[in-house]
């Protein structure tokens, strides 16, 4: 994919809310999957934040997301009957 394509895909990915590309974005958008962050809108609810977290932290120890680590293993995924 070329650069210019790939920019374009990665506005589509934040169109609903901006066509700026939303890397730090985290809020609790209460849709019932816990806080939704990244421009890929990753969730605690289901433990994707946490897997990609950890997946950093592998790679990059001393990352500034690691702190969070233990709070969202604390939290752990949950089913959809809790939502």
């Known amino acids: 994919m070329a650069a210019e394509q790939r920019r374009r895909a990665d506005q589509l990915v934040s169109v609903f809310d901006t066509t700026e590309i939303q890397y ?10 816990g806080v939704t962050a990244g ?10 934040a ?3 977290i ?7 120890p001393d990352n500034p997301l690691s702190r969070f680590i233990p709070e969202l293993r604390r939290l752990g995924p949950r089913s959809s009957s809790e939502a």
């Open 24 to 33: 730090g974005y985290a809020k609790n958008i209460r849709d019932g999957r």
């Open 39 to 48: 421009r890929a809108g990753l969730a605690t609810f289901d433990g994707d």
């Open 50 to 52: 946490l897997k990609v």
């Open 54 to 60: 950890e997946a950093c932290t592998v790679r990059s």
